[in-house]
């Protein structure tokens, strides 16, 4: 609480003319109410549960003065007025599926989240009667799921397996086989999925965790988390404001995240890592408009955004010839779009080759036949949806046992092959048509071009595939040298819905590293020279040469197009050394040489040297 009074002169009585100014009063009494609780419903199940009122106390205009004060304190023994509420419930569940008889290799984590707020209209619509903008409210739901397959547990339960694994009874090719089948370890997956609503011009207010007795609103489905069309029924029981001010947007959101991941060792020392991923954001959004003239209310302008990837497979054309590729793209559209002017009934007809409504840049077309041509698919076989729901999995392999052959074992301690690979597929942001529309279960409204609007208009799919690494070797000599290798290569594919122009980012890299550590290093001169210690003197060396280049593919263009693009090459040798456990000192040489592949920049290459002292003050 302040007051502000100005005046002109240095006299504390002369004060500026209350009908001008007069004193400034600022009040800002807020109350905040906390609720929580834990509740171990059963061993397994488990609730928490937390809600937070902010509440103001409002204060008659002017100084508190006689009765002022008596409604300010009976405003304070309301406890105030709402301006937001919500709250948070969890439940956690440990599914007893494991103590089931034979089932106790799964085990399953469960969990539902929702989330309720409350949110007020603004002091100028309560106040003023000819307003009711209405409050807004919102919830959201989480729901969890975390399965985990131990298949060693299950695997162990059959005598088969066990002989198998421990050489008992059974020959040498059975129990390869069965080794084979038990390489499964493990398989882990965990699936959320985040639903939200958000509704404005609600008209009713917060009475017990967020419900109004009064209008019998929202229901105990919305306050907990339920994605039921409100809508309807809030328009039915008189729920939402009428005010024409009332503009904002009804929204709904969807988020969904799966991601499994298997280990397997189907031979011994080799271990390998799948990884399948998809993950979709969709929002809608929509006027929720009452009109004067009809007396209803009418929804206005929806719209459905979202993006989405999902891990994908295109090995088999990583090694092809980039133009080639790209020109079997092109041929690809005639195939696609003939399939897709068979499967529409609105379509009537050829043109060069082409069905109609179903052109050259037709999205659906253009679509289909980029991931035909890019995954090394027949065009006549490939899938026609641009949403491919079951993700592939990608990989990281791993073996170590080339250092038990006696031919390395002698001057190797451990040598590790590596190799990875990954891929997804991106639509990088897709939006509704208003004008969309079907006729006979076919798209029937066409754009200037003479194409079928899709359902979804996409600004940009892209292509991500990494191989990281190709292949990289790790290894550790006996004389404590160390040395690893890598070749790295990957291509980006980023095609634009609006020209049909494809932009290939393709990024090689080769990686070489050693290291060497000599044990209880003695200096031979200096200070150090006659003294005996027991620290080690560390060598490095890494060397890096990168390779990136940016091709453009424009469609129908006989030739592509260099847009950018360098050559880096980086070499780091670097000496450490750790006086003890305190004080370490390292001498480092940095080099680094850019060359451009056009004119738009300048070859370019620096050196950094000097040396480091690192204390460590405990």
Avoid: C
């Amino acid at each position: 609480y302040t007051e502000n009074t100005l005046r002109t002169g240095s006299s504390p009585d002369n004060y500026l003319p209350a009908g001008s100014i007069g004193t400034l009063y600022n009040k800002n009494f807020t109350m905040t109410r906390l609720y929580g609780i834990s509740w171990n419903l059963t061993r397994s199940l488990k609730l928490d549960f937390n809600a937070t009122n902010y509440s103001i106390i409002d204060e008659p205009e002017g100084r508190l003065d006689g009765l002022k004060r008596d409604t300010l304190w009976e405003n304070f023994w309301r406890l105030g007025r709402t301006t937001d509420y919500n709250h948070m419930m969890n439940l956690t569940y440990d599914v007893p599926i494991n103590k089931l008889p034979g089932l106790d290799w799964i085990n399953v984590a469960a969990r539902y989240g929702s989330q309720f707020v409350w949110q007020t209209q603004p002091l100028l619509a309560i106040n003023d009667p000819a307003l009711n903008i209405g409050n807004s409210i919102q919830n959201s739901r989480t729901i969890q799921l975390n399965p985990r397959l131990n298949l060693v547990g299950l695997f162990n339960k059959f005598s088969f397996f066990r002989n198998a694994k421990n050489g008992n009874g059974v020959n040498k090719g059975t129990a390869l086989l069965a080794n084979f089948i038990s390489g499964i370890k493990d398989i882990n997956a965990a699936y959320t999925r985040v639903d939200g609503t958000f509704l404005p011009g609600y008209l009713g207010k917060t009475n017990l965790f967020g419900y109004d007795f009064d209008m019998n609103a929202p229901g105990l489905g919305f306050l907990f988390g339920s994605q039921r069309d409100i809508v309807g029924r809030a328009i039915a029981q008189g729920w939402l404001s009428t005010d024409s001010l009332q503009t904002q947007y009804y929204a709904k959101s969807l988020r969904e995240d799966l991601s499994i991941r298997a280990t397997l060792e189907p031979i011994r020392d080799l271990r390998i890592d799948l990884t399948a991923t998809r993950v979709e954001n969709k929002n809608f959004t929509t006027q929720i408009l009452f009109n004067d003239n009809t007396n209803t209310f009418e929804q206005v302008t929806p719209v459905t955004a979202g993006d989405y990837s999902v891990s994908f497979f295109s090995l088999l054309t990583a090694f092809s010839n980039k133009d080639d590729l790209f020109r079997t793209f092109e041929r690809n559209r005639g195939i696609i779009s003939k399939r897709l002017g068979e499967l529409n009934p609105n379509s009537e007809g050829e043109t060069e080759g082409f069905a109609d409504g179903y052109g050259r840049a037709s999205q659906d077309v253009v679509v289909a036949a980029f991931l035909a041509a890019y995954t090394g698919k027949n065009a006549s076989k490939q899938s026609l949806g641009n949403f491919p729901r079951i993700p592939i999995p990608n990989w990281r392999i791993m073996y170590n046992g080339l250092a038990k052959n006696p031919f390395f074992s002698e001057f190797l301690s451990s040598l590790e092959l590596v190799h990875g690979y990954r891929t997804l597929y991106n639509v990088n942001g897709y939006t509704t048509l208003i004008r969309y529309g079907e006729v006979n279960g076919g798209s029937s409204v066409k754009d200037v071009n003479g194409n079928f609007l899709p359902q979804y208009q996409f600004s940009q799919i892209t292509l991500q595939e990494q191989f990281l690494p190709l292949i990289g070797v790790n290894a550790r000599f006996k004389n404590n040298l160390t040395a690893n290798a890598e070749y790295r290569k990957a291509r980006t594919l980023s095609l634009s819905l609006q020209n049909s122009q494809l932009a290939q980012l393709l990024d090689e890299g080769f990686i070489l590293g050693a290291g060497y550590r000599v044990a209880n290093f003695r200096f031979p001169f200096g200070w150090f020279a006659n003294r005996k210690v027991s620290n080690d003197l560390t060598f490095k060396l890494d060397v890096a040469i990168n390779d990136m280049k940016t091709l453009v593919y424009r469609s129908d263009s006989e030739f592509s197009e260099m847009a950018s693009g360098n050559r880096n090459i980086t070499y780091r040798p670097s000496i450490d050394y750790m006086f003890n456990n305190r004080f370490n000192k390292k001498k480092f040489f940095d080099s680094n040489s850019v060359k451009p592949y056009t004119s738009q920049t300048y070859a370019t290459a620096y050196s950094n040297f000097g040396f480091n002292l690192r204390i460590l003050l405990q």
